[in-house]
């Protein structure tokens, strides 16, 4: 891990302790397709996922951030995209309802540890994939439809949260879920004027409004970038780490303040997942 030299007209950016779930992925394999990431003819490697993953966990071990593990299922390959699992604010976690059977016993799986690890759990009456499709900026939540979560489930989050819920759509299957197609860059809930970074053709014309007026500051990733799933990240408010091969989307971050951390997980991009897709945020 490489801490970089920001430009020098560039904000001061301040890291914040983070807790967050993770699973390993010891019984990863592409066995289905539920997204165009996924190719069942083409083989996997598990070993090698299990080795980028441990790589990615011990980035956020060495940032200081409180990892905490949820036990695997054999017959669950997807497990291992946590992000999924629901969304966690104000020691509140609302499950998930997934679309695809392959992946709906997930939900009660993540439900059952939120449970036994002292969150106050609410069964989700809607479709809906967690942080997939729920991200946090600032004190609202930019909630994601099109494709996966349906929007009746932004009613309901909003309802159980308190929170302002801005709906975007998203259009291009490639980028199925909200977090494939915005990184949030500034987390701390209340920052002031916080930021993000997106890949504009990912939405449609009326969400590109609203996000060009709710941040007019934003860093726009290109299309190779996103292919990677650059955009697929997770920030502390200083470190960012991110997909190796996302490199402008580095260059980007680095100018703005940020210290981007490139990892490889080439492996677990066959199954449609990158960095924050492993990765599910626990807000007490």
């Not at 956020?60 to 995209?81: E, K, T």
């Amino acid at each position: 891990m490489t801490l970089t030299e920001p430009s020098l007209s560039a904000p001061v950016r301040v890291a914040s302790k983070r807790t967050i779930l993770m699973c390993r992925p010891d019984f990863f394999t592409v066995v289905y397709r539920i997204n165009p990431w996924m190719d069942p003819a083409l083989p996997t490697d598990t070993s090698l996922a299990v080795r980028q993953w441990e790589a990615l966990y011990t980035i956020y071990v060495d940032l200081g951030f409180d990892v905490r593990l949820i036990d695997p299922i054999d017959g669950l390959p997807d497990m291992v995209y946590a992000a999924n699992g629901g969304f966690v604010l104000d020691g509140i976690a609302y499950g998930a309802s997934f679309t695809y059977p392959q992946r709906q016993p997930e939900g009660p799986a993540y439900m059952d540890w939120f449970g036994a690890n002292g969150f106050e759990v609410r069964t989700p009456e809607n479709i809906n994939e967690g942080e997939g499709d729920f991200l946090l900026v600032g004190d609202a939540i930019l909630a994601g439809t099109g494709f996966r979560s349906a929007s009746n489930s932004h009613e309901e989050i909003g309802r159980i949260f308190g929170r302002e819920v801005v709906t975007l759509t998203l259009t291009n299957p490639n980028f199925y879920h909200l977090d494939t197609a915005i990184a949030v860059l500034d987390p701390q809930p209340g920052s002031e004027n916080p930021n993000i970074a997106y890949l504009p053709n990912a939405f449609d014309g009326a969400s590109l409004e609203i996000l060009r007026e709710r941040f007019p500051d934003a860093v726009i990733v290109n299309d190779e970038d996103a292919a990677v799933l650059g955009l697929n990240s997770f920030s502390d408010g200083l470190n960012v780490v991110i997909a190796s091969r996302a490199a402008d989307f580095e260059r980007q971050l680095r100018e703005r303040g940020y210290n981007p951390i490139g990892v490889d997980l080439s492996e677990l991009l066959l199954g449609g997942g990158g960095v924050k897709c492993c990765t599910l945020e626990l807000r007490s």
